[in-house]
Structures are given as C-alpha cells and as structure tokens.
C-alpha cells in the first residue's frame, strides 16, 4: 500500500474533557494517500498501525524492485550488461 501514517493531536468533542478547556489534546494516527489525484485520509486503530505500516514498507520494496529491474532493462537496451545486445557502432563518414 502507497501511503503515510502520522500521528496527529486532535479535541474529542466532549465538554467535560481537559481537551476543551485548553488542556492537552488526544493523540490519533491517521493514513494518507494520494490515488486518482485526491488525498484520501482514514483513522487507524492502534491494533492496525503495524499491519498498515508493513503494507506501506511492502510497497516500497516492490518499488525499489521495479526500478532495478528497470536499471537492468536500460543497461541491456544499452548493451553494458553481460548478456545484452551488441553496442551498435556508428558508419564512418
């Protein structure tokens, strides 16, 4: 999963609580992701935060694989990886 979690300090709403009256606000963690051009934003439980942090870590290491695949690709394409194709040379003119 592509993302963030943060933890952020937020009032409960209850009129009895220290949080509305100035005092100390309670903490949340929350999960941020950008899909289609919009930010979506959803709360996560306590219990969830290390299985949604492990999908984000999940994601980054497919990425990391993506792009040296890629790097492998452009180096036969380029002909500087053992096994790939011939550098093509130049006619002279």
């Given at each position: 999963m592509r993302g963030?979690?943060?933890?952020?300090?937020?009032?409960?709403?209850?009129?009895?609580?220290?949080?509305?009256?100035?005092?100390?606000k309670h903490p949340t963690r929350q999960l941020t992701v950008t899909l289609g051009g919009a930010v979506h934003t959803r709360y996560v439980r306590c219990e969830e935060v290390a299985q949604v942090q492990a999908w984000i870590a999940?994601?980054?290491?497919?990425?990391?694989?993506?792009?040296?695949?890629?790097?492998?690709?452009?180096?036969?394409?380029?002909?500087?990886?053992?096994?790939?194709?011939?550098?093509q040379r130049r006619a002279a003119r």
């Open positions: 963030a979690v943060y933890e952020k300090l937020h009032k409960c709403g209850r009129a009895s609580c220290v949080c509305a009256r100035g005092g100390p999940t994601y980054a290491e497919l990425w990391a694989m993506v792009n040296a695949l890629t790097a492998v690709n452009l180096e036969l394409l380029r002909g500087t990886h053992p096994g790939g194709r011939a550098p």
